[in-house]
């Protein structure tokens, strides 16, 4: 199957090695993957913030870049979940009927990594391994609007040598929401604090979730605490073998002296 990557702005920007990882594991199970140079940004920032007008030439860039995929796959439950729930409705109000109807085709092909795995491959053994102890924080995207379930607990239990560890009150927002944290910032660095905390509690050496946005989030704040936990991306540990080198990466700043 021919799978067309959805980089992610933040991904693109922040964290390629999620974006690689998530190739390098499509094309170990046997897939071609293409990268369309026209994709940007898919509008979540502009619609959550309120720009829905300046969302709608955005859109139409990511119908036209990823027009004639034959699966759409993105590593961000964040942006599938945009592509589904609010590129066509944004299209649709502002009168672009015919975009809307375009978006509304491209959705139905478009998935997040760990539906597009265990839903239209019938995958949970990647073939992956990774000797650490990781906790599981799912992202509120993916849980709420996406629904994708168990499905990354599933990917995650078939990892060759990974002790997976129940994350407490895993339901809860990490606090990140886009701009939230920076809009309401006392609000998002409690909520920060009650996630971490719980992520602590498991002695975990990895947290992983589907998001890179919420893992940077999570990660910061780890770091600034001198934890020794690290994030890293339900891509990156997929896409890990025992033939591989284990890269120390992390989906968080490094901390400065």
Do not use: W
Not at 18 to 27: E, N, S, W, Y
Not at 28 to 39: A, D, K, N, S, T
Not at 90 to 112: C, I, K, M, Q, S
């Amino acid at each position: 199957m021919k799978v067309a990557l959805v980089a992610t702005c933040l991904v693109d920007t922040l964290t390629p090695q999620v974006a690689h990882a998530t190739a390098t594991l499509l094309q170990r199970l046997g897939h071609e993957v293409v990268v369309p140079p026209g994709q940007s940004c898919c509008g979540q920032m502009h619609v959550n913030t309120g720009y829905r007008r300046e969302a709608v030439p955005i859109v139409a860039n990511h119908v036209r870049a990823f027009a004639g995929a034959e699966a759409i796959v993105a590593p961000s439950g964040s942006c599938v979940a945009s592509i589904h729930h609010q590129q066509a409705a944004v299209a649709r109000r502002a009168g672009e009927h015919g975009l809307a109807d375009d978006a509304e085709e491209l959705a139905g092909r478009t998935y997040e990594l760990s539906q597009f795995l265990v839903d239209v491959l019938g995958v949970t053994d990647v073939g992956a391994y990774y000797p650490h102890r990781v906790t599981y924080h799912p992202t509120c995207h993916s849980l709420r609007l996406l629904r994708v379930g168990d499905r990354p607990m599933q990917l995650l239990r078939a990892v060759r040598g990974l002790e997976l560890i129940e994350l407490p009150d895993a339901d809860q927002c990490c606090g990140f929401g886009g701009t939230f944290a920076v809009k309401n910032a006392d609000t998002s660095t409690a909520m920060l604090t009650d996630k971490m905390a719980n992520v602590l509690s498991t002695h975990a050496e990895v947290c992983t979730a589907g998001d890179a946005s919420c893992l940077m989030h999570i990660g910061g704040g780890l770091s600034r605490l001198r934890s020794g936990t690290r994030t890293v991306h339900l891509a990156e540990i997929l896409a890990s073998t025992e033939d591989a080198v284990q890269p120390d990466q992390s989906t968080r700043p490094a901390v400065k002296a």
